[in-house]
């Protein structure tokens, strides 16, 4: 299914290598220090799940780019229609004027949308933008000023967006005041929050959720005041963290309840990254908003804001984008969808991530330093703590356990505070799968030892 085989990392440098070290230096000299970087991956070309660096090294990336490139590296359908496109269009801009596949690709959502239709899409260049879309039609369609977020939430970086995450102080230190209005509330982390162990999940969900009519609506935050709840279905930054159906259920029948906007952030866990074109649709629960990105363009840059048609009611000039929906972008999300439904990439992300959770879910038991492996598809986050008791967090550890990782040829990235992610491409083989979870393990076993 890859589009390129590889049966193993291959590594012929020391990391970084000669060109690496070279790139490194200007990239000192040139760039933001407010980038994150985990290790000195300087990538040069992609190809199905196999990245290889300006040095030669050809590295398993089981990071897809931050989720990012769902049908995997330079998929040549992919590739084949932003050429075409881009040799017939490529701006004009959906805000002032009209083009064809900006309603071909809101057609094709539509039809794959998470809640019953009609449909109305925006199109922005980010998932931080398809946040901010449904921030504004929120509060515009409600006509109330509030919103509830939940802890360890990740929405972006923009403003709004911002603040509604609450995932690490970094994002925000320095940056206030925020946008007000928003309240943030317990994510209901089964792993760290449910004493009594999973037998209790279910009540302690439950409970995460409940919270809002027992605690909030009767005390400072008046349910009448309230435009939206923003929650992710699988926290992503957060830590990969899976919210219990019973949750996501009783969220729905308070948004009910009291006239609130349900909004499902699906930015790093839609397009099929969990097995079914979105997360949410592993609970029935049915969304009012959805916002996407990342994977539906398997690369190229796309923010997506699906909502039912009668909520955004909006008037022209309430919000618009430059270039959000420009036809090269348009072209590689139809394309995407189509290799995605031809290929069968749903099933093959449900079963290769089932054969991955299978292997893994003896580590906790196996290895000291793993506290839990938990997950939905190719969207799985193994937690590394330093006490099984405590579940104290090892974010050094799991920092070195990921760097070694990338010195054996493989890529993941950390979430959480001491989460390791993987989320490779949604072609990936069983057999890559293999590969990359001996080199997790092997590393795992490396930092526990002390080597």
């Known amino acids: 299914m890859s589009t390129q085989t590889l049966i193993a990392p291959k590594i012929v440098t020391a990391l970084p290598g000669p060109n690496a070290k070279r790139v490194l230096a200007g990239d000192s000299k040139y760039i933001s220090p407010s980038y994150t970087r985990s290790y000195p991956l300087v990538a040069k070309q992609g190809r199905g799940s196999v990245v290889t660096d300006v040095d030669g090294n050809e590295f398993f990336d089981f990071s897809a780019g931050i989720a990012v490139t769902s049908t995997g590296h330079c998929h040549p359908d992919v590739v084949s229609a932003i050429q075409k496109q881009a040799a017939e269009l490529m701006h004009m801009s959906g805000t002032d004027f009209y083009y064809e596949n900006m309603v071909t690709l809101a057609e094709r959502l539509s039809k794959i949308a998470p809640m019953p239709g009609p449909h109305k ?18 509060r515009y369609h409600t006509k109330r000023q509030n919103v509830i977020a939940f802890y360890g939430a990740f929405h972006g970086r923009t403003m709004g967006a911002l603040s509604l995450t609450a995932s690490k102080p970094q994002q925000k230190r320095r940056f206030g005041p925020l946008v007000p209005g928003v309240t943030h509330i317990r994510y209901p982390d089964v792993y760290r929050g449910c004493e009594g162990g999973p037998q209790n999940a279910e009540a302690f969900a439950l409970g995460c959720a409940s919270f809002i009519e027992d605690k909030l609506f009767k005390t400072t935050l008046a349910p009448e005041e309230v435009a939206a709840i923003f929650v992710e279905p699988v926290q992503g930054e957060g830590g990969y963290v899976v919210a219990p159906t019973v949750f996501m259920q009783e969220l729905r029948r308070i948004c009910d309840r009291h006239g609130i906007l349900l909004v499902v952030d699906e930015v790093q866990s839609g397009i099929g990254r969990t097995g079914k074109w979105w997360a949410i649709e592993h609970t029935g629960v049915h969304p009012d908003i959805v916002c996407s990105a990342k994977g539906i363009a398997s690369g190229m840059p796309l923010g997506v804001t699906i909502s039912k048609a009668e909520i955004m009611d909006w008037v022209p000039g309430s919000h618009a984008s430059t270039f959000g929906g ?28 089932n054969h991955m959770l299978k292997r893994m879910s003896a580590w906790p038991s196996k290895h000291k330093l793993v506290g839990d492996v938990r997950g939905r598809g190719l969207m799985i986050g193994v937690e590394i703590i330093k006490d099984k008791k405590t579940k ?46 001996d080199v997790l393990e092997e590393s795992i076993s490396m930092v526990s030892s002390g080597a």
């Open 121 to 138: 899409i925006y199109y922005g260049n980010s998932g931080a933008e398809a946040i901010e879309c449904a921030l504004k039609l929120a």
């Open 326 to 353: 420009n036809p090269v972008c348009n072209a590689a999300a139809l394309a995407t969808l189509d290799v995605i439904e031809r290929d069968g990439l749903l099933h093959n992300a449900e079963d290769v991530g």
């Open 392 to 437: 104290e967090y090892a974010a050094a550890e799991r920092d070195r356990i990921i760097q070694a990782a990338f010195e054996h040829g493989v890529l993941f990235l950390g979430c959480g505070p001491s989460t390791i992610r993987i989320a490779p491409p949604l072609i990936v083989t069983k057999e890559e799968a293999d590969v990359a979870m």
